[in-house]
């Protein structure tokens, strides 16, 4: 009777690992859902909007201008934020001071990105920290899933002039 006790013991144990394994897989590579908070993705994004992000895209260097990502946040790893990705390594990026007065221009350095959020006046960002590194990226977001009167892909930013500055 101890025998067969410890035997379906030490097999549940086991697909509790195996499953386990496969789950984790599954939301490191290939994604799963996130619950978005705060401001700074208004109107794309509002606070506690539940989103898809898939994992993949990190992995291929498959992220592009446009995007919308979730992040390390490089001032505080143990956070994540959700930004939009507004450049590329190479690109140059117009800068402006909260007071708008002064505009300078900053270039992206090799392997990283520049992120800002879609409600540019509530939003710590990249125009805060500098480009961030590319490993920071967690996943890319790009179906909504509540509320169910959004739900389906995101929509094109309301800051669109942005991605094109010369």
């Not at 697909?15 to 496969?22: L, N, S």
């Not at 977001?141 to 929509?155: A, C, Q, T, V």
Request: charge should be neutral.
């Amino acid at each position: 009777m101890l025998r067969g006790v410890l035997g379906k013991t030490f097999r549940l144990v086991g697909y509790t690992i195996q499953y386990g394994c496969i789950a984790h897989c599954a939301f490191e590579y290939v994604g799963g859902v996130v619950m978005c908070s705060g401001p700074s993705m208004e109107p794309t994004i509002q606070n506690s909007d539940i989103v898809f992000a898939e994992n993949l895209s990190r992995h291929f260097y498959g992220i592009q201008r446009g995007d919308i990502v979730i992040a390390k946040s490089p001032s505080d790893p143990k956070l994540n934020i959700c930004k939009r990705v507004i450049g590329l390594e190479g690109d140059k990026i117009l800068t402006n001071s909260p007071s708008d007065f002064f505009k300078s221009h900053s270039y992206v350095p090799a392997g990283h990105v520049w992120l800002e959020g879609d409600n540019l006046q509530n939003s710590t960002d990249s125009r805060y920290y500098g480009p961030i590194p590319y490993g920071l990226i967690r996943g890319r977001i790009f179906f909504k899933i509540w509320p169910l009167s959004e739900f389906g892909f995101l929509r094109d930013s309301p800051n669109g002039h942005r991605f094109s500055d010369d």
